[in-house]
């Protein structure tokens, strides 16, 4: 069983600032994908990033990017310049790599993080 | 830029009703996803797809739901009859392959009254 945590509820952060939303996950599967979501007040699931269990380097997207510690088993995200509309709900996920190709792989979410970008 | 589409929106029902909610992923995905997300709390999987049959369901997925791909476009998931616990909002996602990025459809809020 694969199981996500991220221990913010929430987070305040500067208009321009860097922040931080941590996610530690738990795993007995060998190779596995991390991925991080927005979720805005509208309601949809926006994809962020990705980074795979095997990745030498750490994933970036534009302002994104994902600060993986695979021995601590963490994938924390790092938004730098944040702007209002970064203000959402962040969900940190994983899905493990099934060995039998025909099966699809669902993702298990974290509780989230309500990030509010401000003034 | 392709997407995944969702209708209805919001669908608001009476409990012991039939509800089906319709999906049109990505037209190159070939796995299929729905998850839901109950208001104020995490995502969670309910049903994987693929290859015309369901790959795995989790314990919510019980007799009450059931999932189709009736043609080569749309990807519906029924709730035979609804209760109030099945009010959330949820979710279709699709991916071309499976150890790809899902990507996630807009949602359909069902209420259950």
């Known amino acids: 069983a694969q199981k996500i945590t991220q221990t913010q509820p929430g987070m305040f952060v500067q208009e321009k600032e860097a922040v931080t939303l941590d996610c530690t996950y738990d795993?007995?599967?060998?190779?596995?994908?991390l991925f991080w979501y927005k979720q805005p007040s509208s309601g949809e699931m926006i994809f962020l990033i990705y980074?795979?269990?095997?990745?030498?380097q750490n994933a970036t997207e534009g302002r994104y990017s994902l600060n993986f510690q695979k021995a601590r088993k963490s994938a924390n995200l790092v938004i730098s310049a944040s702007q209002l509309g970064d203000s959402a709900m962040y969900f940190c996920?994983?899905?493990?790599?099934?060995?039998?190709?025909?099966?699809?792989?669902?993702?298990?979410f974290g509780t989230g993080t309500r990030l509010q970008v401000t003034l | 830029e392709p997407e995944v589409t969702q209708t209805p929106s919001h669908q608001v029902t009476q409990m012991g009703q039939e509800v089906i909610l319709r999906c049109v992923p990505i037209s190159n995905h070939l796995y299929f996803y729905w998850y839901r997300q109950i208001l104020g709390q995490k995502v969670e999987f309910l049903v994987s797809f693929y290859n015309n049959e369901i790959s795995e369901k989790s314990e919510i997925f019980d007799d009450q739901f059931s999932v189709e791909r009736p043609d080569g476009s749309n990807f519906t998931l029924k709730i035979r009859s609804t209760k109030l616990e099945d009010s959330a909002m949820y979710f279709c996602?699709?991916?071309?392959?499976?150890?790809?990025?899902?990507?996630f459809g807009p949602g359909t809020r069902l209420t259950v009254l």
């Open positions: 996602a699709s991916s071309r392959l499976r150890t790809d990025t899902q990507y």
């Open positions: 996920a994983m899905r493990p790599v099934p060995l039998n190709t025909g099966t699809a792989s669902k993702l298990t």
């Open positions: 795993t007995s599967d060998q190779s596995y994908g």
């Open positions: 980074q795979g269990s095997y990745d030498e």
